[in-house]
């Protein structure tokens, strides 16, 4: 299929969803309306909300919260993740050691953590920022220690043979090898900060796309919350967008750069 | 042996033993005797899996033999071979780095300036016939290319002695005999001794000075030693047409090929057993 093609045919699947959903929550089939409007809303109504809420500047203060709440949990959560990991695959015995706590931590639903961050770290951003970290903190720990866990020991020989000591391996080859295994999941990491940031704030708080559904859904305003939903999608292929952007400059070696890995 | 020279590489009764998982130990090598002179190229060849590449590893200092001791000039051989460069079969090169900076690393581990480090490895690169490719990742090389960049890698730092396991195994014909010859052009320059493992008879006899045969393994011997005086310097494909070669060829395959049999034999068996 040709790229205009496919193009069209991705177009038109929208256009199918869109009007069989306006027309069965604005015209009634045998007498009774499929869709109730109460319950699910309609396109024109959504998109009228997702227009208001652009027009006027509102939602603009709320993504702001969100991406920042976002971007804090990615980079507090990768740089612990990285620092954690390289430490347990160099030293297997602190590694043993703390192994089964981590699988404690990481096997716990994170969503129960929320109340008790909320309760330690309040309302604002930081308690959503911390659910974040949680989530991103252990994705970014397994890949690298894998990574760092499964150097080549080819790779490994020829770089002693070339006279590195542990000093210069750590810098020249367990690094670059940690750091590729952790852009790897570079994708799977940062959708989860978003998750992390929204739930959070659908939990409780006082701004952001959590907190626009959560207020929406609150005043059983069904529209809202289709709209919030329709933001927040497309926030999230933004962000993806350029997640892809920065992967490819960073992985260059890389023969393809690999899917990530949750 | 010719005793005016200094030996670079001396094996002396090198037994190297692994321990199983099942607590048996396997002896892979079994007192091997064996010394290099100083710019001498010597070929070890013998069926596969007998432990040729152990061999070299045991010169390069990765591995520790069971019994048995390992000179490097005349010195006993503790921790790594700092005096060797090792070239290995398998990608040995850092894919995160592009093919000049996988050849300076070499200096610049130890202190040079990065831009001398850079020039140099420039400069080697170009020797491999590769100074076009100098910016490309390791993945966007040939196997044969990757093969040039780890050559100019080993080379840069000028070790004393070269060590290489099968280097040119996963290469097609074609270019193993331009790697072979590139090969000897580059030690003709300055005549390291090289310790070369390989599977390949020909190729064996095409670049040494001396041509050592092991058995099969387990336990495996060094079982005869051949000396190659064809004339110097070579080319690998029309040296391959010579009389001596034919008759050397000849000569050494007859020892050769029962070990190669032996070798065949328990590798089948080993494949029904399990």
């Known amino acids: 299929m040709s790229r205009p093609t496919l193009l069209f045919w991705q177009l038109m699947v929208a256009v199918v969803a869109l009007s069989l959903w306006q027309f069965f929550a604005s015209v009634p089939v045998f007498g009774k309306m499929l869709l109730p409007p109460f319950f699910f809303s309609n396109p024109v109504d959504v998109f009228s909300q997702i227009f208001k809420w652009f027009s006027t500047g509102v939602i603009w203060k709320h993504l702001a919260i969100t991406l920042w709440e976002s971007i804090l949990a990615f980079v507090i959560g990768s740089v612990g993740g990285v620092l954690v990991g390289f430490w347990f695959a160099r030293q297997p015995r602190v590694a043993a050691v703390f192994d089964p706590y981590v699988k404690m931590i990481n096997a716990l639903p994170r969503v129960v953590l929320a109340p008790i961050f909320t309760l330690w770290l309040g309302l604002g951003i930081w308690s959503k920022v911390a659910l974040g970290v949680t989530l991103v903190f252990f994705i970014v720990f397994f890949n690298v220690y894998q990574g760092v866990k499964e150097v080549s020991t080819t790779v490994l020989d020829n770089g002693r043979m070339l006279g590195m000591n542990e000093r210069q391996l750590t810098r020249h080859v367990y690094w670059p090898s940690a750091l590729s295994w952790m852009f790897s999941s570079l994708h799977t990491s940062v959708g989860f900060a978003v998750v992390g940031a929204v739930v959070g704030e659908y939990l409780g708080s006082a701004a952001g796309l959590g907190y626009l559904i959560q207020q929406a859904e609150g005043v059983f305003d069904v529209g809202a919350v289709f709209a919030g939903m329709f933001v927040l999608s497309a926030f999230v292929i933004l962000i993806d967008i350029g997640v892809t952007m920065v992967e490819r400059r960073l992985l260059v070696w890389r023969p393809t750069a690999a899917e990530g890995r949750g | ?274």
């Open chain 2, 1 to 274: 042996m010719d005793t005016a020279q200094p030996t670079a590489v001396a094996l002396d009764d090198a037994t190297v033993a692994f321990r199983l998982a099942d607590a048996r130990v396997y002896t892979a090598v079994e007192k091997a005797r064996l010394s290099v002179a100083h710019g001498e190229f010597v070929a070890i060849v013998g069926p596969t899996g007998c432990g040729k590449s152990t061999l070299l590893n045991v010169a390069a200092g990765l591995l520790k033999p069971a019994a048995g001791a390992v000179r490097i000039f005349d010195q006993p051989l503790k921790g790594l071979n700092r005096d060797a460069g090792y070239l290995f079969q398998a990608d040995a090169l850092f894919p995160w780095k592009t093919a000049i900076d996988n050849v300076a690393i070499g200096l610049e581990i130890t202190g040079a300036p990065r831009a001398h480090a850079l020039e140099r490895a420039q400069g080697w690169l170009t020797a491999v016939g590769l100074g076009a490719f100098s910016h490309r990742y390791p993945h966007m090389l040939s196997g044969g290319q990757r093969k040039r960049v780890g050559l100019a890698q080993v080379l840069i730092r000028d070790p004393k002695i070269l060590l290489m396991d099968e280097p040119f195994g996963p290469l097609d014909a074609q270019t193993r005999q331009i790697m072979g010859n590139l090969l000897l052009e580059l030690w003709n320059a300055d005549r390291k001794a090289v310790l070369f493992v390989t599977h390949d008879l020909e190729e064996a006899i095409a670049l040494a000075d001396r041509v050592v045969i092991m058995s099969a393994g387990p336990g495996a011997r060094i079982i005869g030693d051949w000396r190659v005086s064809l004339p110097r310097p070579r080319d690998i494909s029309e040296v391959r047409m010579e009389k001596q070669f034919h008759e050397l060829h000849r000569e050494i395959w007859s020892v050769l090929k029962d070990e190669v049999m032996k070798g065949y034999a328990q590798s089948t068996q080993a494949a029904e057993a399990s």
